[in-house]
């Protein structure tokens, strides 16, 4: 596994184990701000995670797209990542 996927899947663990401390605080009605503050550390490691993935995308799978000559593939892969932005961008 290349550092770039270490770093994101070390980003969606400690995501899930921040999801787990959300659900229990929930659970035994934490004070509310506490677990909006907890809620943001999630939302900024998954945001995180997704831009390693983006650069990581971009860097292999849709670099190589584009240097072949397979227009109809650079076309698709070029819609892709628009949908996805605008997706992330939502």
Do not use: P, W
């Not at 899930?16 to 929930?26: C, E, Y």
Request: charged share 25%; with cysteine.
């Amino acid at each position: 596994m290349n550092t770039n996927k270490e770093k994101t899947l070390i980003n969606f663990k400690k995501a899930q184990s921040h999801l787990t401390k959300i659900i229990d605080m929930v659970e035994k009605d934490a004070y509310c701000i506490n677990v909006m503050q907890q809620n943001l550390a999630v939302i900024g490691l998954l945001r995180s995670a997704h831009q390693m993935l983006m650069e990581g995308h971009l860097n292999s799978c849709f670099k190589d797209a584009m240097a072949a000559k397979n227009e109809k593939k650079k076309s698709e892969m070029t819609k892709e990542i628009l949908a996805v932005t605008k997706m992330f961008n939502r």
